[in-house]
């Protein structure tokens, strides 16, 4: 019972400006994919460090976003599961797309 009080204590307070799952998605999305052009050869992470962090900003600007207010959402997000999951099941969604798109324009001469 001790546990479940503590728990309750700790949760993260749903944010003022709560994003949307689909933007959230979106937002992730786009971040993902940043890490791993960096990941797999545009830059090596220490390397690159400053032009990495600037696109990672960057992001937050094609969304229309302060950083402040993605983390907030993150912890939201991080702090309920079953929320988080759905949101990474849209992620999942929009790179299979993503890939499924690259794969017709590679296959299609584009």
């Given at each position: 019972?001790?546990?479940?009080?503590?728990?309750?204590?700790?949760?993260?307070?749903?944010?003022?400006?709560?994003?949307?799952?689909?933007?959230?998605?979106?937002?992730?999305?786009?971040?993902?994919?940043?890490?791993?052009?960096?990941?797999?050869?545009?830059?090596?992470?220490?390397?690159?460090?400053?032009?990495?962090?600037?696109?990672?900003?960057?992001?937050?600007?094609?969304?229309?976003?302060?950083?402040?207010?993605?983390?907030?959402n993150?912890?939201?997000y991080?702090?309920?599961?079953?929320?988080?999951?759905?949101?990474y099941?849209?992620?999942?969604?929009?790179?299979?797309?993503?890939?499924?798109?690259?794969?017709?324009?590679?296959?299609?001469?584009?």
């Open positions: 019972m001790l546990l479940f009080l503590l728990s309750c204590q700790n949760k993260v307070k749903r944010p003022e400006a709560l994003l949307e799952k689909q933007d959230f998605a979106a937002i992730l999305s786009d971040l993902h994919l940043l890490e791993s052009t960096y990941m797999t050869g545009r830059g090596v992470l220490d390397s690159s460090r400053e032009a990495y962090l600037q696109d990672y900003n960057l992001v937050f600007q094609i969304h229309h976003i302060e950083p402040s207010v993605f983390f907030k993150f912890a939201y991080k702090d309920n599961p079953e929320l988080m999951n759905e949101v099941e849209l992620v999942n969604e929009r790179l299979q797309i993503m890939e499924d798109q690259m794969l017709i324009d590679v296959e299609g001469g584009h």
